[in-house]
């Protein structure tokens, strides 16, 4: 099953994306709110579980 999701990048939102994830499924998150965005959550689920994240912390159109 392949999921894109586009929701707040936070560490409760990481454990849903982990869950679906471990269940098999082929995840890819962006982020919803950039203000809400935990830039050391997007960077884990990245590094630690594969998880393709685009997300940044206060990202704008400009940057």
Do not use: W
């Not at 099953?1 to 990048?9: F, G, K, N, P, Y």
């Not at 998150?29 to 959550?41: E, F, H």
């Not at 393709?52 to 940057?63: L, R, S």
């Amino acid at each position: 099953m392949r999921i894109s999701a586009c929701l707040h990048v936070t560490s409760e939102t990481a454990n849903l994306a982990i869950t679906l994830r471990d269940g098999g499924a082929h995840l890819v998150l962006c982020a919803s709110n950039p203000l809400s965005t935990q830039d050391d959550v997007a960077a884990s689920l990245v590094r630690d579980y594969h998880v393709p994240t685009f997300a940044v912390k206060g990202e704008d159109h400009d940057t």
